[in-house]
């Protein structure tokens, strides 16, 4: 279960531009410095083909080995999450990467100025932990500026001043904005934009402790934010909320008027 909800989750960032200029960005600039190698190597043109392949694939795993242990570890703070990712990403994809990289450069007749593979295998893991920290600081940045991306598990929706109280029950590692709560008998979901947290509490308790974020029933077992609704998607009679996130959840015919009233089921998508 938490690798497919990985993978959905890695789509969503691989599929996002800004991830995609990022690997650009990195390409371009191994291009013009021709670390490792390369710039005696290889023409400008096949510097940039050389490094765009190992920064997207490099860069996708590593995003993946970061959802994921954010998912299989939801009580370990970011930062340990993020040096795990380093070490398990150097560990698994850096030897391939540097025997690959040693081969493509061996092969030519350029002077070898490769560094040892110890060094390079530094480099990697400086690298990883450099588009790691960058693309969050990235998306951190657009989120205060922009509205948020349904593509982008990163971004954040608007919040209140104040955390809603319901955020003193989770664990201090979990932060960002709620988008929906679901009932189950005794016990509450809180879906966050990377991780869901049960926590044993009525629904009607859990959602007055949101109090200051402005949210709405869609069913008797849903309550979502209102920032959390990207787009409302009618099929026949029945209508659904698609949120921010990608996820979409029921809307039940007693609370549709309160959502149509607060223009909810306005956002139509066809």
């Known amino acids: 279960m938490q690798v ?19 690997f650009l960005a990195a390409a371009i600039i191994c291009m013009i410095s021709g670390p490792f190698g390369t710039l005696q190597a290889f023409s400008p043109l096949m510097r940039l083909l050389f490094w765009i392949p190992i920064f997207v694939v490099g860069g996708s795993i590593s995003l993946f080995i970061r959802i994921y242990l954010r998912l299989r570890w939801p009580h370990v703070a970011k930062g340990w999450v993020e040096l795990a990712t380093v ?36 480099y990697l893991a400086i690298v990883c932990g450099s588009f790691l920290w960058l693309r969050a600081f990235l998306f951190h940045t657009v989120s205060v500026k922009a509205k948020p991306d349904a593509e982008v598990l990163e971004t954040s929706i608007a919040v209140a001043d104040e955390a809603p109280r319901l955020m003193r029950r989770l664990p201090d590692n979990l932060s960002g904005p709620v988008l929906y709560l679901t009932a189950d008998d005794h016990f509450v979901d809180v879906h966050m934009l990377e991780a869901t947290h049960r926590i044993r509490l009525r629904f009607k308790d859990a959602i007055d402790e949101m109090e200051g974020v402005e949210g709405y029933y869609s069913h008797r077992s849903h309550w979502v934010s209102r ?22 959840i029921p809307v039940s015919r007693k609370y549709q008027p309160d959502l149509e009233a607060a223009g909810l089921l306005d956002r139509l998508e066809g």
């Open 4 to 22: 497919q909800e990985a993978i959905r989750h890695w789509r969503k960032c691989i599929a996002h531009p800004m991830t995609a200029a990022i």
């Open 227 to 248: 920032d959390a609704v990207k787009t409302a998607i009618k099929a026949n009679t029945s209508w659904r909320l698609q949120l921010v996130n990608g996820e979409d």
């Open 87 to 122: 070490v398990f990403f150097t560990a698994i994809c850096g030897l391939p990467l540097v025997f690959w990289s040693s081969y493509l450069v061996g092969a030519t007749n350029a002077p070898q100025t490769l560094p040892s593979q110890g060094l390079q295998l530094l």
